[in-house]
């Protein structure tokens, strides 16, 4: 009794600059390419669709510390730090000996960790003057934070959500609306994209892949506009590492060190965000924790990708990028983990992953909700669908290490709670949902025409 | 920039005690009274309603502390301390010369102040041995913190929710039902007094006072089964207490000492919370603040009802309290602060409010999402529309401060956020909802029967 549970900092412990893990790597991921010239992109190649400073951080190689501006420390504020926690509660649940600490991402005004991209990235699009955003959601997480950061800067912002999510997940809609977004469901008849999808096939109900084709086109020919992305790109996972970073201190005062570290993975964002800062410490042969990316079976890239050049998008208007991919067609089941839904993953993630610096495990679904029940009656967050991957994940390592006889410290990530996905919660008790997963011969014939890396 | 915005306080500042605030003051509340026998309640009449600990907090009159469990505060720390914020963009949105402060109570797992009682109730039943407990809920915030208290003490919950909530606000019943509890539609078949209303009228959709008689009923009349209420009687009040007593530290910190303090009201457990730490130091005459409760113009008792003996419930199996109410039969428009749809204010607050020690104000419906939005847009937190009605209050502080040209330290409590009250907001932005408010006539036809104080 009276063990403490909670570890707080302080405002003046928010980093002051963001980890690049790229000069750190052993062997760098291969370049992008432009989609056009098929040649290796530069910073310059990426300036009409981001900012100057987020195409410059996306290319940076060299940089290990980039500074975060004080008006994004500011606006961290309004959240951050958040706290770690020793999960006492889940462990007694399991009965383990482990000790397990979750990083508490939750507590963010949207309920996630997404704020920690969207804030930098509307900030380098104001300072150089940009008046318009858009972007795709697929659940609404990201829709909800980039809606928050660019209200946060006087910039309008389009967001194009998935037309079954736009119409099923009515709340997270509203609360982009809330923040004073404009809400378009994809496809839509706003962009060629849209058009072409929607005249050949009426009753088509979107997906993320055309949601950012729809997205991306728009920014392109609007002026004064730019595109923001919430997963996959270096700068993005750049701008998570706080999570990492403040964990890392945390777990100093509580005088551990994690021997893993958790993460559930859809394009990499809080994946890379809570692991990097960790990472770097193996990279330099200081410490040495194990890396878990726990992804859906019905969306297996780390697992049983191919690692290929791939598209961002479905119309294929993004960089190509050396990613280990189930092809940029691919449909994923229709899971409630909406952000695990993506077909490809992030070129740092893929380099590591291919260099066995990192790990992956693949969660079916209803295991990542009975995770996420016995979390909600231990600890009482009810977690994200996506985020109950990495609690299940995290049981299993419990439960294998205790078996083993070595208990371990595992840190996991807890990037968003579940309050406005309870309909997933509702069919899961309901028994209504399914463990899907893919075939080798679907995902062969989804990535033969792609080019080697 | 880089000012500081939140004020964290860590685990061990979590208060030991919660303030009584019925010793310090200078003319008590009239007691309760039996229903039955109609004389002074004593705190063994209430033993088949309430857990005995909780009972005597109720009737205890002498201890201006009362200890805090060590196993309470071992829960207390799965949120708490929460963060005090300076809301510097409010600040900024209103172009205010005023210092404004919330405590952010919307960061408990259930998104509101609720667990601060439901905890200590449900730990004060399972030192007794109760296995079962039975509740009421309206909007459902009540509902779900007390589903998450039994669940970390291993009860089994009954919660009987309005009908019209149960189908409008199915996401609350999934957190309900995501803790385990069991929640039933009321009226429900499962009572006598609720038989006799769906009998008489098959689709009465519900209302908190038969909500509240359905679960005092089956509480009676089941063998090792207690009611738990989440507002409205003193111990309620005095668990609550741990808002402002953490507030009162913060503000320290900060350097500053509130003139306003300002709490929405519904049955008075967030704004006692915030409030009677600081008034205490009014009672004791070492400092002055201003209290504000903010109530709904729908539902005016503080401001516009009258002080009469009256029940808690529809069927009227509460003890009397000594209230400012609107009448136990009083029907509420159909505001979406659902929360604040109650007739009658707890007994001390209302004592307070007919000696001058307290103020209040009615907030418009219209006038609380206006206010909602601006905070949003500004802090980034999107409130409960019950909690909206704090901020509009502490708006209009602001303004007529500066007005007067005295800028003042104004501080208020975020009782809960909006996330899953999106709904409300989407009819808000689409100009469907209205202001309400009650004649005099109305008010006087349902308070003429009850007994003087």
Redesign the interface.
Known sequence: ??????I?L??TDIPRAWFNIIPSMPEKPAPMLNPATKKPLTAEDLFPLFSEEASRQEMNTTDSWIEIP??V??LY???RPTPLVRAR?LEKALGTACHIYFKNES?S???SHKLNSAIPQAYYCKQQGVTNITTETGAGQWGAALS?AT??FGIDLAVYMVKISYNQK???R??M????AEVIASPSMSTKAGRKIITEHPNYQGSLGTAISEAVELAMSTPNCKYALGSVLNHVALHQTVIGLEAEKQMEIAGEYPDVVIGCFGGGSNFSGISFPFLRHNLSGERHSRFIAAEPMACPKLTRGAMRYDYGDEAGYTPLIPMLTLGHNFEPANIHAGGLRYHGAGAVVSSLKENGLIDAVDIPQLESFEAA?VF??S????PAPESAHAIAAAIREARASDEAGTPKTILFNLSG?G??D??S??RY?AGDLANYTVSDEQIAANVETLPEV
Chains 1, 2 share one sequence.
């Open positions: 009794m009276s063990e403490s549970k909670k707080f302080t405002e004080d008006e420390r500011d504020k309004i959240w509660g507590v005004p949207v309920g928050l209200r946060m009515p709340y997270r509203s609360i609306q809330t923040y004073g029940t909600a009656k600890e009482g967050i009810i709670h309050l406005i309870m309909a919660y509702d008790f």
